[in-house]
């Protein structure tokens, strides 16, 4: 049974930080590209950032770009999301993702196999 289980959510302040841990199971996790995704209420679901398998290539949002930083354990099966300088139009529902790739690649034009249940993140004074 796959399985991605998103935590570390939370309320935090504007400026602050937060990690978000995804653990993988039931799959192969070192042979998926993992990515993490955000949806903030009335908006459209948007790639917040992506890892390769080895964790040798990253790719990020421009909106996140330099506060962000994707990196996984692939012993521990765990994605995370270090999220710095939060600013309140962080504030949404960030899904985790894992989609079948080749080695050294991001496969985003392929849809995720497997998605997290999300966890909310607010940024708020």
């Known amino acids: 049974q796959v399985q991605l289980v998103e935590s570390g959510g939370g309320l935090v302040q504007p400026g602050g930080s937060l990690r978000l841990s995804c653990a993988a199971s039931?799959?192969?996790?070192?042979?998926?590209?993992m990515s993490w995704y955000r949806q903030a209420s009335g908006k459209e679901r948007e790639l917040v950032a992506a890892?390769?398998?080895?964790?040798?290539?990253?790719n990020y949002a421009d909106s996140v770009k330099g506060r962000f930083t994707i990196s996984r354990d692939n012993a521990g099966n765990t994605v995370y999301l270090q999220m710095n300088s939060l600013k309140p139009e962080d504030t949404a529902v960030y899904y985790c993702?894992?989609?079948?790739?080749?080695?050294?690649?991001?496969?985003?034009?392929?849809?995720?196999?497997?998605w997290g249940q999300g966890t909310q993140l607010a940024v708020s004074s």
């Open positions: 993702t894992a989609r079948s790739c080749g080695p050294g690649s991001l496969c985003l034009w392929n849809t995720p196999d497997y």
């Open positions: 039931g799959f192969t996790f070192s042979s998926y590209a």
């Open positions: 890892i390769t398998r080895s964790g040798g290539s990253t």
